[in-house]
Each structure stands twice: as structure tokens, then as C-alpha cells.
């Protein structure tokens, strides 16, 4: 008798040129192929994409429009599962069409008899409280559930989600490895790099303005370099620029960016090079975190703060509040003390790793041992 195949379509934000959302995708594929092999079954993934076919040449998977709902519903009919995550998916702050869609697509699957899994979800903010009983009927009949923090799990409770029934894992990304053929990385000199990644926010433009003025600071007072990581393109591309060209002619033989990084891998390269990284995109906190890279945090967001708490932590300053002194002062601080830094959170950043799996695990052995859907 040879190893059984589930074919088990993944649902999340995949093909939006998002580094950070493309992370998640790899690192699910990457777990769910460990695990699978681990454990005696081979997983057949089926990813839904805006780009299908950058999607299925990128990670070497089978992928479908997830707009194209005849296309989605055939290929969950055919599958044996579906998982949702991870990201941010069930949230209206970027929209109330959001939630709405990622709880139809697990809906389908249920009405088709398919078993369904929440891998790693970061779940709100949901200021809208109509979507709080379809988000727990949906999830009461989901297989495994599993969130990327306790402040996730609070807000199902408060949905009314039985909390022994929600695991609480890192973000998949954590357990990103690095490529075994390692990409050479551009460092433009041998001296101290801060990696910065920033996004358009505030409409005054005030947090980058901030994060320019403490560039400013740090170009003047140590002989680091800069170099700009945009996670989202072609948004952070510009956002770059911006910061860019606020700082003037006068460093700029002392600042570069990343130019056209779309694969998460060759991102976290970028990111492992660094010596510091400063960062308003999740993502880029947590690759730093994964390679051990001291990180500062600007937050626009409460995911940035749940992450950053996570390793004992709070970011410099806010979008509400941007601040350049303070976070001029947080990254002069881990420059000098980048050492103790990695010390006291190693242990930390171990367990998130080795935790990192633990929804893949979970579904693989949802297989195995044929259990129903709860």
C-alpha cells in the first residue's frame, strides 16, 4: 500500500507582489511537504492566486483564480481540504469585503463535505459586530483552528469560540529557512547595515517623514548604511523613495535599496545581511526575528505590537505618533548592544521556530489517523 495524496487547496492573500503574504504561502508549502513526509502523506497543494501563473511557476504548485469561482469551486471539489491562512485575512480594517469572501470560500468548502483548516491567522480587527456569528459558525465547524497570537484567541472567545479548540502558534514565517543555494546579497559597503522597511500610512506623510529625520540622525552619527527592503511592490517601492529622497545628496553613497525582490526567500537574504533592521511591515519584523537580526518596529498596526510583545518587546513609536527621537535612540541603542540583544531573545526566537510547523503538523496528522471534521 503506497502514500496516500490529499490534494488541499490553500486560501490567503497570494499573488498581490506582497513579500510578506508570499513568506506565508512558502513557508505553509514548505511545513505542510515536511510534515507530510514526516508523517507517511503526500500533499498535493492548490493555491488560489490573483496570479495563477506566477503563483504555479514560483513555488512549482497547481494554482486558480480566486476570483473565478467555478474555477475555485471545481478545484475544492476535487480536493480532499482546505486551508485558510495564514495572515491577516479575517479583518475590516482595509475593507469590510474581506471577511465576507475568506469565510465564503471556507463555507463552500464545508457545504462540499471538505474538511477545513485555519492555519496561523492573525483574526482582526473586526469593528463590524455582524461578521462575529459568521465567523463562528464557520469556525465551529472547522477541523483545526489555530491563530498566530493569545490576542487572536481573546477575540474568538469574545465571539463566542470555545478557546480549547483554538491553538495559539507562531506566524508560519518564523520557520522560513533560507534557501540551500544562498543568493548573494548586495552589500554596498563592509560597514554596519540598517535594513529599513516602510509603507505609505498617514496621508501627511508624517511617519516616513519621522523615519527619515532618525536616518538623518544615525547617518550622522555612525558610519552605517541604509538600505531600503520594499516588501509590498510597487507601494513600498515609492514609499522608499520618499524616505529617500528626504535624507537629500549628502549620504547617499551610504544608502541603496533592494530592487525587485519578489521571492520571500531572496527577501529574507536581504533581511539576514543586515545588521538592524527597522520595520513597519510585519513581516519584515519577523524575518529579522527568524535570523536573529535586532529589529525596531514602527507600529500601524496592533499585529506589529502582538509580534513585537511576543519576544518581549514594544515597538519605538506609532503612526498615531510618530517620534523621531525615540526611534533614533531605540536603534542606536541595539547598534551598540546588538550582541546582548541576540542573546536575551535567542531562546525566544528558538521555541517561536520550532512551533512555526505545528499547524502543518496538525492537519498532516488530521490524514493520518482519519479523523472527522469536528
Known sequence: MGTPTKR??????????NSGDEAVLQSILLALREQGERQGVHIVPVVLSIQPESTAATYGVESVHRYRMAEVWRAIK?????????????QDETGWKTIPYYLAILKMAQWLGKPTFIYSQGIGPVHRPMFYGWIRSVFRKCAVVSVRDEESRALLQRMGIETNRVHVVPDPVMGMPLRKERTETNRPSANRMIGVSVRFWNEDRSELNAVAEALRNVLEQTDASIRFLPFHLPSDAAASLYVREKLGETYSHRISTAENVTHPQDMLAEVQACDLLIGMRLHSLIYAAGQQVPMVGVSYDPKIDQFLNRLGMQSACSTKRP?????????L???????????????????????????????ASFYTEGRDVQ
Open 8 to 17: 488541499i487547496v490553500i486560501s490567503g492573500y497570494y499573488g498581490f507582489q
Open 78 to 90: 476535487g480536493a480532499d481540504g482546505l486551508i485558510s491562512g495564514g495572515g491577516s485575512l479575517l
Open 323 to 331: 517620534d523621531a527621537a525615540a526611534l533614533t535612540t531605540e536603534v
Open 333 to 363: 541603542r541595539l547598534l551598540q548592544g546588538a550582541e546582548q540583544w541576540r542573546e536575551e531573545k535567542l531562546s525566544v526566537i528558538e521555541r517561536l521556530k520550532n512551533e512555526a510547523a505545528r499547524p502543518a503538523e496538525l492537519i
